[in-house]
């Protein structure tokens, strides 16, 4: 499986904005390997889901985030991202991606490579 490195946190002020990029090494997208999700974990709380695409561009988001990131890619650049907007404290985190199998509903989400070191997101107040 391709290797995911996440990159692009920081430190910000809340309604700033950050841009998250997930690179891989080679072609990002391949029969098996055909969608990318975002997750955060906060400090004390588990890991949890924000948003996903499909090597065909279908998205989908978490209601905590909908209206305020958006997830996108670039073939040529073997990248996705997460355009962050209108940040709040709450969004303050460790933010991974992963390929995950999506189905059979949109909300049937299973990461299925191993968690990279993530990228810290700190959004103060």
């Known amino acids: 499986q391709v290797q995911l490195v996440e990159s692009g946190g920081g430190l910000v002020q809340a309604g700033s904005s950050l841009r998250l990029s997930c690179a891989a090494s080679?072609?990002?997208?391949?029969?098996?390997?055909?969608?990318i999700a975002w997750y955060r974990q906060a400090p004390g709380k588990q890991r949890e889901w924000v948003a996903t695409?499909?090597?065909?561009?279908?998205?989908n988001y978490s209601d905590s985030v909908k209206g305020r990131f958006t997830i996108s890619k670039n073939n040529a650049r073997n990248t996705v991202y997460l355009q962050m907007n209108s940040l709040l404290p709450v969004d303050t985190g460790v933010y991974y991606c992963?390929?995950?199998?999506?189905?059979?509903?949109?909300?049937?989400?299973?990461?299925?490579?191993?968690w990279g070191q993530g990228t810290q997101v700190t959004v103060s107040s």
């Open positions: 992963n390929y995950v199998r999506v189905g059979p509903s949109w909300n049937n989400i299973t990461p299925l490579g191993s």
């Open positions: 080679r072609r990002i997208f391949s029969l098996n390997e055909n969608a």
């Open positions: 695409i499909t090597s065909d561009l279908g998205t």
